[in-house]
Each structure stands twice: as structure tokens, then as C-alpha cells.
């Protein structure tokens, strides 16, 4: 996985680096972001939809099908449980209300594929990243807290439609689409961070 990352990343930085010779074929990407978390990520730690996500990508067309860029996101998770009587370390149990705090970064080379190759309306696609995740990691029992960072590799897959407002291979228009993310953590009682996420972006051609 680590190596797949590097080579992706590797791509992307050298389409983006390229890009000041053929600028009609560079596009910026922004946008919002919401995302569910699953497995032992929900059930352990956090089980709320979190509503505080942004995405950005500069992306490079090699041609109308295939795109490859650097994105970069941006998540918060946030849960408070009431109180509880907790079991610690050493046989010892302690009465407090838990505030769960995680924030991942995600930074990650990302392949997109149009299999319409720009001769619709309404642009499906495909897409693949792979890269790391810089993930704050936030646990409070009442006042006591514990605050950890780590860079886990993580991956990404998605899939969506571009909805253009011109029809040149380097379109500006509406992204909507679909994530499954998957970063290779493995603390604090999380076998990994894992979500789906839905999203809405304006794509701008760089000129």
C-alpha cells in the first residue's frame, strides 16, 4: 500500500509540475464534505455523521477519461457521551462524561476516469487515491483527556457525475459524488478508520 501511494503521488506532483506548459488542461477543485463512520471506527469511538468536512484538488487531464490529481480533505468527528462509570487501567474505574474528539487530513494522489470521455452532458466517473492520513486523536473523561497524532496510510474510491457548464475537455461545473475512505489505524480500540462520505464541489479551470 505504501508503495502504490508513493507512485501515485510521484504521477500526480509530476502531471501538476507539467501543467505550466498545457494550462487549458488544469482544473481546481473545492468543496463540502459529510461522512459516516463504520466499523469498530462508529461503534468504538464515534457513531455521529459528522457534518464538517472539505475537500480541495488540483488536477492535471492527460486526456478527455483520465485526470490525475493531489487531493487534499479535511474531516471532524465529534461525540459526547453522558456519564458513565468507566473501568481504567490498574483495576481502577472512574465516573466522568466522555467527549470524543478525531480530525483526519487526508493527502492523497487520485486517479479519476470518465468513461464518457467528455461527450455528455452529465459526466459519470470513477475514481481511486491512495496517500496518508494526518489524524488528531481526542479523548476527554471530564476534565483528563488524552491527545494523540499518527500519519496512517489510508485509501480512497469514489464515484459521482460532473455536471458541466461548457463542453471543452477542461470543463468548470458541479461535482457530486461518493467516498469510501479506509485509513490503516490501529489504536486507542480502533481496528481502523473507515467512513463513507457523500459531496458537492465546484470544478474551476485554471487558465
Do not use: C
Amino acid at each position: 500500500m505504501k508503495k502504490l501511494g508513493l507512485i501515485l503521488m510521484t504521477f500526480a506532483i509530476a502531471a501538476i509540475t507539467n501543467s505550466a506548459f498545457a494550462q487549458d488542461k488544469l482544473k481546481m477543485e473545492l468543496g463540502y464534505n459529510l461522512s459516516a463512520p463504520l466499523g469498530s471506527f462508529k461503534t468504538n469511538y464515534v457513531s455521529n455523521t459528522s457534518f464538517r468536512g472539505l475537500t480541495g484538488e488540483i488536477s492535471y487531464a492527460i486526456n478527455p477519461k483520465f485526470s490525475l490529481g493531489l487531493n487534499l480533505g479535511y474531516q471532524s468527528y465529534y461525540q459526547k457521551y453522558g456519564r458513565q462509570v468507566y473501568k481504567m487501567d490498574g483495576n481502577q474505574t472512574v465516573s466522568a462524561v466522555v467527549s470524543n474528539t478525531l480530525e483526519v487530513m487526508p493527502l492523497m494522489a487520485r486517479a479519476t476516469y470518465f468513461p464518457m470521455g467528455g461527450s455528455s452532458s452529465v459526466q459519470p466517473y470513477l475514481s481511486a487515491g491512495a496517500g496518508v492520513n494526518f489524524v488528531n486523536y481526542n479523548q476527554y473523561f471530564g476534565e483528563f483527556g488524552d491527545a494523540q497524532f499518527s500519519s496512517p496510510l489510508g485509501v480512497q474510491a469514489g464515484a459521482g457525475v460532473l455536471i458541466p457548464f461548457g463542453n471543452k475537455l477542461n470543463q468548470s461545473g458541479i461535482k457530486l459524488g461518493a467516498t469510501y475512505n479506509y485509513a490503516a489505524y490501529n489504536k486507542n480500540g480502533l481496528s481502523n478508520l473507515s467512513s463513507v462520505g457523500a459531496n458537492v464541489g465546484v470544478v474551476f479551470a485554471l487558465r
